[in-house]
């Protein structure tokens, strides 16, 4: 069965580097996100991508976030200076054009700000 | 009142047994719900996805919606201890979102 694929399984960065995590999504899907996980928090909606633009974003998703599908195949976060805070598991997720069709999700990177 | 409000367990099981997970939520909007399973350091895996009220059956797997409680349910018989994991309600509006329960933490004891 296709999958969502992420790279890399974990992250460890120093605070205010920049992190790029990166995401392949299922090959047919058009429509991408990327959720996050604080450890022992509930999954929170950052972005939503369709159509080479953002679709929707949530508060947590300020200036420091970028996404960009750099090519056909990958879809990239972008954190520009890490904060302790942003220490979470990051899960891409994919779904293909029908209406509200369900997400399918990545296995995630641990990022870890140091 | 949260959005979405799950029990966080565990809820511990034995071998066979029917687990009955449940989410309540307060956005009337919502009208597509869905079930995840997480295990430990993983992504959600989808096992249902219902809309709008009513019953959905798939294998040992039912999900259950109502509306009108702003209820929604899963049930799973003959429970096996690979059954072990987090189990996520999540559900959205029209758009994009989902919004997630916190998750129950099931244990399946042989």
């Known amino acids: 069965e296709p999958e969502v694929t992420q790279t890399p399984s974990h992250q460890v960065t120093q605070m205010g580097q920049e992190v790029i995590l990166r995401c392949v999504p299922i090959?047919?899907?058009?429509?991408f996100y990327w959720y996050r996980q604080i450890l022992g928090q509930k999954v929170e909606f950052l972005v939503s991508?369709?159509?080479?633009?953002?679709?929707?974003k949530s508060e947590i998703f300020d200036d420091q976030f970028s996404v960009e599908r750099p090519d056909g195949s990958n879809f990239t976060l972008k954190i520009r200076s890490t904060k302790l805070e942003d220490s979470a598991m990051y899960f891409c997720?994919?779904?293909?054009?029908?209406?509200?069709?369900?997400?399918?999700f990545g296995n995630g990177t641990r990022l870890t700000v140091t | 009142q949260k959005e979405v409000e799950q029990d966080p367990g565990p809820l511990s099981v034995p071998e066979g047994a029917i687990v009955s997970l449940n989410c309540t939520y307060s956005?009337?909007?919502?009208?597509?719900f869905m079930w995840y399973r997480q295990y430990s350091r993983k992504g959600p895996e989808l096992l249902m996805y219902?809309?709008?009220?009513g019953n959905k059956e798939d294998g040992r797997f039912t999900a259950q919606v109502d509306k009108s409680s702003k209820y929604i349910s899963l049930f799973i018989r003959d429970s096996q201890p690979s059954d072990s994991a987090t189990y996520l309600c999540?559900?959205?509006?029209?758009?994009?979102?989902?919004?997630f329960g916190g998750g129950t933490r099931v244990l399946v004891k042989p």
């Open positions: 090959s047919n899907h058009l429509y």
């Open positions: 991508f369709y159509n080479n633009e953002i679709s929707e």
């Open positions: 999540a559900m959205k509006a029209a758009g994009n979102k989902l919004t």
């Open positions: 956005n009337s909007a919502f009208q597509y």
């Open positions: 219902t809309y709008s009220s």
């Open positions: 997720a994919s779904r293909d054009l029908f209406y509200n069709s369900p997400l399918h």
